[in-house]
């Protein structure tokens, strides 16, 4: 006898086309491997799959670093790992900082006891390379700790200046990359970062739960060297790494599904390989931004240090941000994201990330933009989406 007569029924969620900030798309064969049958985390099976997809993770990664792994939790549990670890109290840490996040890795810094200083630029552009540097040589850092891909503006900072300023004053490089990997070549490597993190649900088309890290040989140093214990017991990559090593030592129980559905969204990164990957991302953002300044719009990030998963766009003058972007949620079921911060109600953020990255998502946002807009009295021009095309055809 049903005990609760009251239940609500199955929740059947609704088609969305996620065209925001995150969560983006998540393809087909990635939701069917998450509904695989789960097994045990020390199945010999499962630990294949680990060994797998730390495999794919460097390369995804552009790394050799033996210490790659995902941790279970999000993108922000990510940021906590890589700063946690490799933070002692007292010590100094310089983070870059314009925008949302850049302000939040300061934040995570300061609680794990560091001395923190922020070096701020304008939200919506680059880091100031030489604030950087002039602040790191008068009281050198432990760390220095920037956002590559600011989800809150669409800005993309390029890594290799702030690696040449690390090398001159022996910081390690820390680096977010939860809007860059899988959409990018971050190249880990070759732009000599310490450690960085991601999240799944960005441009890797993966469900949110599990934060692809990195560390380099020169950052595992640090973390071995550590005279006090990591603040974060969870988050502790000095026990983490036992379960993921040869020795399978249990730290904590593993989200199973979560790691088949990342073991596959790597197969399909690396099955398009990461030039081809960058050059979709690159080349329908171009599209997309045409359209949108046919429709009369204009971008927050200068076309130099614009991040092709993630555009930044101005809210015209008389238009209510919100009501537009409920309008395409209601309407046409694209969702885009609004601003953060001092950007709040002055922007929309519009994702074009993985699987999410294709030409009938440019052609639909721009429509129904366009039609959302005209509900409020903000003529459009009826030709961005040939614009949008005929970009695209350049590139």
């Known amino acids: 006898m049903n005990d609760h007569p009251n239940l609500p029924p199955r929740f059947e969620p609704p088609r969305r086309a996620l065209l925001g900030p995150g969560p983006s ?68 840490v310089l983070v870059g900082a314009h925008g949302v996040f850049g302000g939040r890795m300061a934040e995570v810094a300061r609680r794990a006891g560091a001395r923190v200083e922020a070096a701020e630029s304008p939200w919506g552009e680059e880091l100031d390379v030489d604030l950087v540097r002039r602040m790191a040589k008068a009281q050198p850092p432990k760390v220095i700790a920037l956002v590559h891909a600011e989800t809150s503006t669409g800005v993309l900072t390029p890594l290799g200046p702030f690696r040449a300023i690390a090398d001159e004053v022996g910081a390690l490089l820390v680096v977010d990359m939860v809007t860059s990997l899988g959409g990018l ?19 890797l088309s993966c469900p949110p739960g599990l934060a692809p890290i990195s560390l380099s040989p020169r950052a595992v140093a640090a973390l071995d060297a550590r005279k006090t214990p990591v603040g974060s017991w969870y988050l502790d990559l000095s026990l983490i790494r036992g379960y993921w090593g040869s020795e399978r ?26 030039t081809a990957r960058e050059a979709r991302h690159r080349a329908l953002a171009e599209a997309l931004w045409a359209g949108l300044e046919a429709l009369g719009l204009e971008l927050l990030v200068a076309p130099a240090a614009r ?51 294709r030409w009938e998502n ?33 590139t």
């Open 25 to 92: 798309d998540v393809a087909p064969s990635v939701l069917t491997a998450m509904a695989s049958p789960t097994i045990g985390h020390l199945d010999p099976a499962f630990l294949r799959l680990m060994d797998e997809t730390r495999q794919m993770l460097r390369a995804v990664f552009g790394t050799d670093n033996a210490m790659t792994l995902p941790i279970s939790g999000t993108g922000s549990a990510g940021m906590e790992t890589c700063l946690v670890d490799l933070i002692e109290p007292g010590d100094r």
């Open 185 to 203: 070549a971050v190249e880990l490597d070759r732009n000599g970062v310490d450690a960085a993190y991601s999240g799944t649900q960005k441009c």
């Open 249 to 274: 030592a249990y730290h904590h129980t593993a989200p199973i599904n979560m790691l088949y559905a990342l073991h596959e969204a790597l197969r399909l990164v690396l099955t398009e390989g990461i």
């Open 307 to 357: 991040l092709p998963p993630l555009t930044t766009v101005k809210v015209p003058d008389g238009v209510d941000e919100a009501q537009v972007r409920r309008a395409l949620l209601s309407d046409f079921g694209v969702e885009i994201g609004g601003g953060l911060g001092p950007l709040k109600g002055r922007v929309w953020r519009i994702g074009l990330m993985g699987h999410a990255a």
């Open 362 to 394: 440019v052609a639909l946002c721009l429509s129904a933009l366009s039609s959302a807009l005209r509900r409020q009295g903000h003529a459009t021009p009826s030709d961005a989406i040939d614009a949008a095309r005929q970009a695209q055809q350049m």
